[in-house]
């Protein structure tokens, strides 16, 4: 749960005034450690808007490794990785969730056909 902006103003304020720990909680309900990250949020971007993590854009997309497996569909892991400038880990992780697998002979090696 995230507390509104005047709410952090009020509980920074109430602390920087010289109010006590025990008097912040007695009045507010909240730990004096979160106030004391707020006025770092503060400090550091002048806003106590909350900060939210951002998540990271993907190397490979979908599509665009079906396209490539379309046009060539032989390449080896390796060449993947020369193609979306990533590690074997990422196109091997990428195939894996496209439900791309190893292709499976037919026939077993040295098994003489009847």
């Given at each position: 749960m995230s507390y509104s902006i005047d709410f952090r103003?009020?509980?920074v304020e109430f602390m920087d005034e010289g109010h006590t720990e025990k008097e912040l909680y007695a009045a507010f309900k909240i730990w004096p450690s979160t106030v004391y990250r707020w006025r770092k949020l503060l400090e550091k971007n002048d806003s106590l808007?909350?900060?939210y993590r951002k998540t990271r854009k993907r190397k490979?997309?979908?599509a665009e490794l079906e396209r490539v497996l379309e046009r060539?569909?032989?390449?080896?892991?390796p060449e993947l990785a020369i193609?979306?400038?990533?590690?074997?880990?990422a196109v091997h992780t990428a195939l894996k969730k496209a439900k791309i697998t190893l292709k499976k002979n037919a026939v077993l090696r040295g098994a003489e056909p009847d």
């Open positions: 103003k009020r509980a808007r909350p900060e490979i997309d979908i060539k569909p032989d390449m080896t892991l193609v979306f400038n990533c590690t074997k880990q």
